[in-house]
């Protein structure tokens, strides 16, 4: 009874989510490993069943495609065959007893003998006799007396003769009101002296030819078709439901119902042919050759691939089944699996563990090896502004706000010394600062490994030090200081500063506001230019309304982020002399030119600049839209961009005395003091090499001009844009000068 009592409480200290449960990241991993498998499954299934389907269509088109070259031998033999048959009875005794006594009792002897020939010989449709003008003696049928044998055969410019048999390519001619194709085969009768006494001609049918061969040796539940080299049909008419794309008529053509097939058949003398509907086996036959003059045609045949796919039933219904119950004993052994990892996972935790955890008066986490909260005590609840069961079986990571590199920090330090310590910000309303201690421990019976982590909220401490560190900022300058984030919002200030703008301890103001509106203005150049150089330098004037009454040296220092952000700004000021007289229009003068000005700007500090600064001036205008790329509307945004990247990369290294313009979209003026012609040329050439190590250089074209007296900004840019004209008509260098030295004939100051 004891036993089981100290059991029964050994068991109420374990926490909840030690116990196997199916969390949502269990369920989600089970789904999507089931549907993956799925997938896979189908996919192969599908695979399997489409190329046995080909594999099945491919053994048909071996088969059909050895039936067709025996078939082809078949032909040709009987050809031959029929050819020595004429020959035969081109030296009948009937037929040489006629031409030797011409006689009409011999030639209805002759006649009654040929018709006991065709009667007993299908293919034979008839015998005729030719006088040696070609013109018809007699024959058994009076379907071909309009033919004509052609002149070529006739006399004595004839190549053949003798031994030799003519055969005639292919025709049409009714018989009996039915359309039959035929060839004729003609033989030359002869005299000792070679002279011609008539020519034998034996017409042929075609079909009853191919007929006598296909039973044996090809298959009957396939269509055979005879074409000639033009696509016409000669055999195979009325197929047993023909595809809506094949002849069936004879003398229809496939180069018009089908002209994709007949292009492949006519660039090749056989293969196959698999379309959307059926596959197709053709061969090239050559019947018989004489001399020149070649006889050949196609043998075509096709099988339908929904016969294929019915000759395939029986075996798809097997691939899709077997494919199923893989699918199913798959799955069946991922859900077994996810099972057993949690049965395992929930017999890791000890109570030791649960008994140390929660007795202690720190707050307290514990975590798994994959980064999951498994339990919280109240006070770590408390501390991270969550609900006990709102952190169960949630990421670490995202609890604390940790980013990869701190994690991966943490992770490494864990592996080496087993422990961490440190300070981590949570990004919350309060911005609360914990100092954590994270331990690493191994599962009893497991080598699986959990974090136990310890933590206490350190704000008030954090924030005190921030505070030091601000007034520590304050108090490393003697002059009027102030510190202000990015936007400009006063955070802190000393008594020289209070008192320069008379503040009277009210630091809820914008220093862009105590400065006035051209800085407002400006501010965002400003800050870029303090992202990138880290500082930025003017002499501000009084204004209408300031609260200063002398010129103000005024110097902005950053204060970067790690990722290059300002997170603060040191404000300086001292009174100084202005160096040139300010417009009316500005209370800004004097300062750097690491900001991109309007060239209005630009002119009211050319103005300013004394005669001697000057005279020692040159003037570069530089363009940036290579030609053919940035052409038209479209581009717009992508020359705005590109003239964006250019002018960040001249701020970066742009001398203190230079001063940068925009003058128009695709063009930038850059006013150049304390320079000659030669000085200017070499600061233009490495600016180019700057621009080529960042892939910015193409299609950019530079003029260069130096200051005439008495010169306005007008007539100043006009001279560069001379210089720009040049070096985009020279083909060897982007960079050209003009109007470098004084001279009253200005054509000679190109160059």
Known sequence: MSKHTAVSSSNSLLISSQ??????????SLLSQLIILLIAVFIVTSMVVNLGERRLQEDWADQRYSELQTV??????????????????????????YLQKPSAQLQSRTIESWDSLTKNIPELLGLALFNPQGQLQFSTTGSFNNMQLPAALLGSGRNMGGNDIYTSPMAFTPVDGILEPYFYQLSWIENPDQSIKGYLVTYNSIVKL??????????QNSPLLLLDTQGFLYAGANQPEPLDSMPDTLGSSLKQTYPELWRVMAMNNFGQFHSEDATFVYLKVELTSQYETKREYFLLSYIRHDDISARYEQWRIVLIIAG????????LLVILRHRFVLERRSNQNSLQLSNGLFNSELSCLIVNDSGRIQSANAKAASALSLSIDALKDRSLQRVLHLDDDRLNQIKEALIQDKQWHGEISLETQNSSM???????????NSNEHYWLITFEDISALFDSQRQAYLYQLMSNSAVATALTDANGVLIKCNDQFDQLMSLHGDTDISLTTLLGDEVSNQWQNIT???????????????FNHSRYDHCLKTTLVGQLTFDGDI??????????????????????????????????ELENYFINLGDSIKKYSSLLVMDINPEGIFSNMGNVSQLEKRQKDIELQLLIELPLHYQIAQWQLGKLVILLTDTNANSAHQYAINMMKTLEEKN?????????????????LDQYLTNAEIALKRAKQSVDQNICQAFTRPSNNETNNIG
């Open 19 to 28: 116990a196997t449960h199916w969390s949502q990241q269990h369920i989600l």
């Open 72 to 97: 082809a031998s078949l032909a040709s033999d009987k050809v031959s065959f029929l050819q020595f048959r004429t020959q035969t009875f081109a030296k009948g005794e009937l037929l040489r007893q």
């Open 210 to 219: 191919l007929e006598t061969i296909k039973p044996a040796f090809f298959n």
């Open 528 to 542: 870029a230019q303090i992202s990138l150089q880290g500082e930025w330098t003017a002499q501000i004037m009084p």
């Open 324 to 331: 199923c119950l893989v699918a199913l004993l798959a799955s």
């Open 434 to 444: 914990l100092q954590t201690h994270i331990r690493s421990e191994k599962c009893p």
């Open 696 to 712: 910015l250089a193409e299609g950019i074209n530079i003029g260069i001009a130096s200051y005439q007296p008495a010169q306005s």
């Open 567 to 600: 997170e603060y700004l040191i404000c300086t000021f001292e009174q100084t002399p202005p160096t040139v007289l300010a417009k009316n229009s500005s209370n800004v003068i004097g300062h750097r030119s690491a900001i991109v000005l309007r060239l209005n």
